[in-house]
Structures are given as structure tokens and as C-alpha cells.
């Protein structure tokens, strides 16, 4: 009969323990969703659009990751990325929308690992019309991040984007 009492303890602990997820990935979504919030704070007054993450695995090289931002109209976009959920270097680039070959880099930052970046559309377009003297205004963008070779361990990106 005791060993009844022991099996059924047993068996509770082990289901009850198969409902307690902790792994990586559940940690690392806690803490974008903490950057989410302060990259939405950093865009203000701007009116928040939305939000993109990207999770990425370090490897033994150097491996890029991109994200296509559509800009409609002629509104003030702003933009606000959170590396602090990166131990490695990442660096950011952004190009105009346009065939790989011959796109047009508007703004580029270097080791945004471990802190947060914010930059704008009114800028972005500046630097284009620069670059691309008869060009009207980029319609679509390239955010591009380059993950440089590292420790296998997942990280994620977090890109709040609003709306003026």
C-alpha cells in the first residue's frame, strides 16, 4: 500500500513539473517584451504602428538578417531597435527597397549590441535624396542586421516602429 503512496507522488510531481515551461526561448521572450515597452517610450509622440521581432542563433560565421518596413504616404515614420537582448556585436544598416545589387544605404550603426537605437523617416530621406539626387522619397525600407560570428545562443531583435 506505501508503495501506491510513493508511485502516486511520483507521478504527480513529474505532471506537475511538465506544466512548468522555463527554456530560452520563453526567457528571452520576457525580456524583448520589457525593450518592446521601452523602444514604444522612445518613439513617442509618435503614434505606435507596430512591432517586429527577429531571433536569430549565433553561429560560426557571420550571418545577416533583414526586415522589410513599407512606408506609406508621406508620414514621419519613426523607428526605435533594442539590441540590449544581444551578448555579440550586431551591426545595423538600412537601405532604400531596390534590387540587392544597387540599393542605397541611408544609415548604418555599428555595434548596437546591449543598447537602444532610434532614428527617423525625415532623416532617412534626407540622406536619400543625397544619395539619389532625382528620388522623391523612399517607399520601402531594408533593415538589415548583420550578427557577427559567435557563441551558439539564441538572441532577438526588437523593431517598434510609429507613426507621426
Same mark, same amino acid.
Do not use: W
Given at each position: ?39 514604444? @517610450? ?31 504616404? @508621406? ?32 544609415? =548604418? ?36 542586421? =548583420? ?18
Amino acid at each position: 500500500m506505501k508503495i501506491y503512496k510513493y508511485i502516486a507522488i511520483f507521478l504527480l510531481s513529474v505532471v506537475s513539473f511538465g506544466f512548468v515551461k522555463t527554456d530560452a526561448k520563453s526567457d528571452l521572450d520576457a525580456q524583448l517584451a520589457l525593450y518592446k515597452k521601452e523602444c514604444k @517610450d522612445l518613439i513617442k509622440p509618435a503614434r505606435y504602428e507596430g512591432s517586429r521581432t527577429t531571433y536569430f542563433t549565433r553561429k560560426k560565421k557571420t550571418q545577416k538578417k533583414s526586415v522589410e518596413v513599407y512606408l506609406v504616404m @508621406d508620414s514621419e515614420y519613426h523607428f526605435a531597435l533594442s539590441g540590449k537582448a544581444c551578448a555579440g556585436i550586431i551591426n545595423l544598416r538600412v537601405f532604400d527597397f531596390s534590387d540587392e545589387d544597387s540599393r542605397t544605404l541611408v544609415y =548604418e550603426q555599428k555595434a548596437i549590441q546591449g543598447k537602444n537605437v532610434v532614428f527617423n523617416s525625415s532623416d532617412l530621406n534626407a540622406t536619400y535624396r543625397k544619395k539619389v539626387p532625382n528620388a522623391d522619397r523612399l517607399k520601402n525600407l531594408v533593415i538589415e542586421y =548583420e550578427v557577427a560570428a559567435g557563441e551558439d545562443k539564441l538572441e532577438g531583435i526588437i523593431l517598434v516602429i510609429g507613426n507621426k
